[in-house]
């Protein structure tokens, strides 16, 4: 299965693979959640077969990235304190800024360097990074480092994948027929239990 999907993306233009690559994080840090982790991975796999180079991979995925957060910092930078604490966004809720409150007074700019690896709240901590009035060049450096970071893991992951396809492929078949196998005889013996129920 999987190696059929690779062949499939391998056949794709590097030029789509790679604004698919710098576009995706991008908009995963304004609509959260969505699967830019995996792209990234299935990007990386792609490596393997010489259709993408790992540095350029590396440098778009992790300026999507940063451009989001960045852009969401920006936007946090002009949002007025007062209007979150009173409620009037309606987008945001009145724990999440407190939530958000007590992350920073507790980690402060560690938040920012370890953002990327806290899946499902990134746009929160790039918003609130901005309301907290962070220091913008320290706050560049350090979500570049995590977006780099993050994004060499996702792509070492992909280039792992792609090498053991066959393995990962036999692994879930196995995997399938098993799970298959369980389900039918657990449904079996209800099944059975069942009409041994109704006959007694």
Not at 59 to 87: P, V
Not at 91 to 108: D, H, M, N, P
Request: charged share 15%; net charge positive.
């Amino acid at each position: 299965m999987f190696e059929h999907i690779f062949a499939s993306l391998s056949a794709y233009d590097p030029v789509i693979i790679y604004t698919l690559i710098l576009f995706i994080p991008f908009v995963e840090n304004l609509f959260p959640p969505s699967p830019s982790d995996v792209m990234v991975v299935l990007a990386g796999s792609l490596i393997t077969k010489g259709t993408i180079n790992f540095f350029a991979a590396l440098m778009l995925s992790a300026a999507g990235c940063e451009i989001g957060f960045m852009l969401l910092y920006y936007i946090g930078l002009q949002t007025d304190r007062k209007l979150i604490h009173a409620g009037k966004l309606k987008f945001i809720s009145q724990e999440s800024v407190l939530e958000a409150g007590r992350w920073f007074t507790k980690y402060g700019y560690a938040l920012i360097l370890f953002n990327r690896f806290l899946s499902g709240v990134r746009a929160v901590i790039s918003f609130f990074a901005g309301v907290s009035e962070l220091k913008m060049k320290r706050t560049l450096i350090l979500s570049s480092i995590g977006s780099l970071v993050w994004n060499a893991i996702l792509l070492g992951l992909g280039v792992l994948f792609g090498y053991n396809l066959s393995a990962i492929d036999h692994f879930l078949s196995t995997y399938t027929l098993a799970i298959s196998i369980l389900t039918l005889l657990v449904a079996a013996f209800f099944g059975i239990r069942y009409f041994i129920k109704k006959k007694g």
